[in-house]
């Protein structure tokens, strides 16, 4: 997969003439793979105990309306906070996230203990939640939101090139820690590893990486006009001929955490073990005394939160809660979690993967858009990649004897 990432960003740097890999279509890349990036990993949880969720798109736009409607009519008028309180965004965020943990454990009621196809509930839900944002902002567009609030949209905040650099550096440090540490268990274990040389080299593409990633992000400079409204607001003068990068947007950082989080519960705690296990084998789960029905509603409350976090990423992204957002989500979603490796089965899928799905299906559609394929061809090639995928999936595991 990450082969496959390369080779495609390299063909449409080529055929865009250079445009492609440049810092300004790299920092827009970023920001427009989080929202969906999120809600894969969740996506992965779902798909790996054999369900479907097709509301994530609604959903999120039901979170986005709840959130926004906190913002500009809850706080200001009931609370008397202000549009701009430090208090105003916190509350919203939170609202969004009980919003989304709520609506997801009464799919996984039905689910689980109502014995429901997911399939059906979450079509329902589809068109329900869809309507029910309509509903709280009656047809409107809601904005302008908060400023503290649309800081996590990307643009508007970002750790600037210092700490965007110490980010990366912490980063480094981290991933090669990870490596020695692993090396270091296998051989405790008398497990293979790989020659040292190999471990190197992986440790020195990783940091490439990481310090290539955040350079192209620094190297997107901030027009004049904002760098002059940041030294304003400070009460200074911009000196003559100052320039500063955008660095690493802090909803970046927010998907990082989103993935840590969920690796940690994927491969770390019992949660995670539970739903492997009752993927692969779900008789055999609960023979052994899982509480599959529980974990049913457990995993749609995981993917409720996140939809309420991609709905605070996309609303801060745009500054305002409008009608269409995340349309067509649940496609991309599902897409970038199948493409990343999941498996339809059930039992077999990686967080890391499904991120990865989400960052080429983006690459996908900006790199055609960039090449001036019209929105009709891009959602066919979109679709013909997710039906590629499944196919590959389904012979790979046919030569392997299903694992």
């Keep these: 997969m990450i082969g496959a990432f390369v080779v495609l960003c390299l063909v449409f740097h080529f055929l865009t003439d250079g445009r492609f890999l440049t810092p300004r279509n790299i920092f827009n890349l970023t920001i427009q793979t989080v ?19 097709l ?7 039901t979170c986005s309306a709840m959130m926004a409607m906190t913002q500009t009519l809850v706080t200001p008028e009931w609370l008397g906070l202000g549009l701009n309180h430090p208090m105003t965004a916190p509350i919203a965020i939170l609202v969004g996230v009980a919003t989304g943990v709520a609506i997801g454990a009464f799919h996984g009621w039905l689910i689980g203990y109502l014995g429901i196809p997911a399939f059906i509930v979450t079509l329902g839900g589809l068109l329900v939640w869809r309507n029910v944002a309509w509903y709280l902002t009656t047809g409107q567009t809601i904005g302008p939101l908060d400023e503290n609030f649309q800081l996590f949209g990307g643009i508007g905040g970002t750790l600037g090139e210092t700490w965007s ?3 990366g550096l912490v980063c480094v440090i981290g991933a090669l820690a990870a490596l020695w540490q692993s090396r270091r268990n ?39 006009r904002r760098l002059e409204r940041m030294f304003e607001v400070r009460g ?48 055999a789960a609960e023979l052994s005394g899982i509480n599959t029905r529980m974990l049913t509603v457990k995993v749609f409350m995981i993917m409720g939160a996140l939809c309420a976090i991609s709905a605070v990423v996309a609303s801060a992204r745009l500054t305002f809660h409008s009608n269409d957002i995340g349309t067509l989500d649940e496609l991309r979603v599902i897409a970038a979690a199948v493409i990343g490796g999941t498996a339809l089965s059930g039992g077999v899928g990686t967080i890391y993967g499904a991120i990865l799905g989400a960052l080429i299906m983006q690459s996908l559609q900006s790199g055609m858009a960039m090449v001036g394929v019209d929105a009709p061809f891009q959602n066919i090639v979109v679709g013909s990649v997710l039906v590629a995928a499944v196919l590959i999936d389904i012979i790979y595991r046919k030569r392997t004897g299903g694992r």
Excluded: C, Q
């Excluded at 509301?55 to 736009?61: K, N, R, T, Y």
């Excluded at 190197?200 to 192209?216: E, K, Q, R, S």
């Design 186 to 224: 296998k051989l405790a274990h008398d497990f293979p590893v790989k020659p040292l040389w190999a471990e190197v080299a992986l440790g020195a593409v990783i940091a490439a990486a990481v310090v290539g990633f955040i350079a192209l992000l620094n190297a997107y400079e901030i027009p004049d």
């Design 35 to 53: 929202s969906v990036a999120i809600m894969a990993t969740g996506m992965v949880f779902v798909i790996v105990t054999r369900h479907i969720d």
């Design 236 to 283: 200074e003068v911009m000196p003559e001929g100052f320039t500063a990068g955008y660095g690493l947007p802090i909803s970046v950082l927010v998907l990082i955490a989103v993935a840590v989080v969920m690796t940690v519960v994927a491969n770390r705690t019992r949660l995670g073990r539970y739903i492997f296990a009752a993927g692969g084998n779900p008789d």
């Design 55 to 61: 509301s994530v798109g609604s959903l999120l736009a």
């Design 165 to 167: 650099w110490i980010f």
